[in-house]
């Protein structure tokens, strides 16, 4: 109860922390400044923004007093009507949460998107209303679209492309894709930037930080100063087009020759810091394929299942691939950014938020891995060491702990070849005892890079979880894990 009083005091606070960044906002609009808001573009520009952060942490504050409101309530009822009652305020919750990310963007969708993804974690209700944050932000305008396309590239759209859909064919927090087709017939996607959104995601990173400043006294000792500068910085680094070219065109060469996992080829001529245009790869959303066959299993469709592992075996060899071998990672898998093609291939999307892992610290992790499926106590102690992590009493035994919970199926999987996942049972018994030993023993210092490939696993982990796949061990992942080991 403790720790749930400490989340509502946090919401509240952060409510209040939306109303002084809005009275900041006014201010330094007032003296001509710029550092809060990101660009000082005009008063209607300003009025945007604190109208966001208004509604924002009137959201907040809405929910916390819901659920405070709940536990007082419930004692009054009885079981089955204040289990009715939880669930109502779930749906009316989740409705909010939604519906003020859905309007105004920016870092809180990201967040959203991000837990529409832990169908393992949060209540289904939940999982409904944020999965529509995967592909239905509002979409700008054309002219909108028009204005940053001739803009950055200082020609007339039509002189750019022979046809330009007007129409998006998704639209997210940080841009939308359009349909279009170059001058020699090439069809092609184009992302193009919502305008002033880097000053809006600036502005949600410091309620989110603010967000977590008034939780910590309320949750075990960690390195959350680093978690949160990985976030920042991954999170901002979505606004540079220029930098995700780079890194779409690193990937797409590397799975260039891969039968069933693939990334688009930009096209560069057509790239700038808020324009990005790659070939089109028509496909259908992860998720919904996974639903489809998952339905059809449960039907008793043999081959729907069979189908299903072989969609989320390619998806885990995909990060598998992109952690153990390129040396950069997509570090942001919620199903929108995830495709499946009419032949069965998986599509990877969206490289603003990734993560380099240059040579020497792919080597200790895959030492980290090495040791851990021996048994090496030792190694894995010299190895904990050497990437940057650190417990406050300068022992093992809690990274121990994380490392068996992260990995305890792939070395089980080696040994039977088949991967079983646990039960949303099995994961919440297995979080209490990575708490208490947490509580106990809490790890101080992160490396960076580690907080990405939690959240990667973590968000994939929800899939598997949730749909439950026989993924062939010795097709997707020993000649993975056996190439970059030995």
């Known amino acids: 109860m403790s720790v749930l009083d400490g989340l509502l005091t946090a919401v509240e ?21 710029d550092e809060l808001a990101g660009a000082r573009d005009d008063a209607a520009g300003l009025s945007e923004q604190v109208s966001r952060l208004t509604q924002t942490g009137w959201m907040l504050a809405r929910m916390a ?23 109502e305020l779930h749906a009316t919750s989740a409705r909010r949460f ?70 998006p064919i998704g639209a997210a927090s940080i841009g939308q894709v359009h349909r279009a087709v170059l001058h020699d017939g090439t069809a092609v996607a184009v992302k193009v930037q919502r305008p002033g959104i880097a000053g809006r995601v600036r502005m949600d990173l410091q309620l989110l930080e603010a ?70 790869v028509p496909g259908t959303k992860l998720t919904t394929v996974l639903d489809e066959l998952d339905a059809r299993a449960r039907g008793g469709d043999r081959d729907a299942h069979r189908e299903l592992s072989t969609v989320l075996g390619n998806l885990l060899e995909a990060y598998l691939r992109q952690v153990l071998h390129a040396g950069v990672f997509q570090a942001d898998p919620h199903p929108g950014n995830l495709l499946v093609t009419p032949d069965g291939k998986v599509v990877v999307l969206d490289m603003g938020c990734a993560q380099e892992l240059p040579p020497e610290t792919r080597a200790r992790y895959l030492g980290l891995l090495r040791s851990f499926m021996l048994g090496d106590d030792e190694g894995m102690t010299r190895l904990f060491d050497e990437l940057g992590f650190r417990t406050r009493s300068g022992r093992t035994d809690t990274l ?31 979080a209490g005892a990575l708490l208490g030993a947490c509580e106990d023993d809490p790890v101080v210092t992160l490396p960076g890079e580690f907080v990405m490939m ?15 796949p026989d993924i062939e061990f010795t097709r997707h992942v020993l000649p993975v894990l056996g190439g970059a080991l030995f």
């Open 13 to 33: 606070e952060t409510a209040w922390s939306a109303r002084d960044l809005a009275d900041s906002a006014r201010e330094a609009w007032t003296r001509g400044e």
């Open 98 to 167: 939604y519906e003020v990310s859905a309007a105004h963007g920016g870092a809180f969708m990201k967040v959203g998107q991000l837990l529409s993804a832990r169908a393992d974690l949060l209540p289904a209700v939940w999982i409904s209303e944020l999965s529509q944050l995967q592909d239905a932000a509002p979409a700008l305008g054309m002219s909108a679209v028009r204005g940053v396309v001739e803009g950055d590239f200082g020609k007339p759209l039509e002189e750019l492309f022979a046809s330009f859909d007007e129409t």
């Open 454 to 468: 939690a959240r990667v696993f973590g968000t994939l982990g929800g899939l598997f979880s949730r749909y439950r």
């Open 400 to 430: 121990r702990a994380f490392a068996d919970a992260l990995l305890t199926e792939i070395r089980q999987a080696a040994l039977s070849g088949k991967v079983a996942w646990p039960t949303r049972d099995e994961m919440a018994a297995r």
């Open 211 to 280: 967000f977590v400043a008034s939780l910590r006294a309320s949750l075990p000792d960690a390195d959350y100063d680093t978690i949160l500068g990985e976030v920042r910085s991954k999170v901002l680094a979505e606004v540079d087009y220029a930098a995700e070219a780079r890194t779409t065109a690193t990937l797409s060469e590397f799975f260039a020759s891969h039968a069933s996992i693939m990334v688009p080829r930009p096209a560069f001529e057509l790239c700038s810091a808020r324009v990005l245009t790659t070939a089109f």
């Open 65 to 87: 007093a819901g659920y405070r409101l709940h536990g007082l309530r419930a004692a009054f009822v009885s079981e089955r009507r204040a289990d009715q009652m939880l669930c």
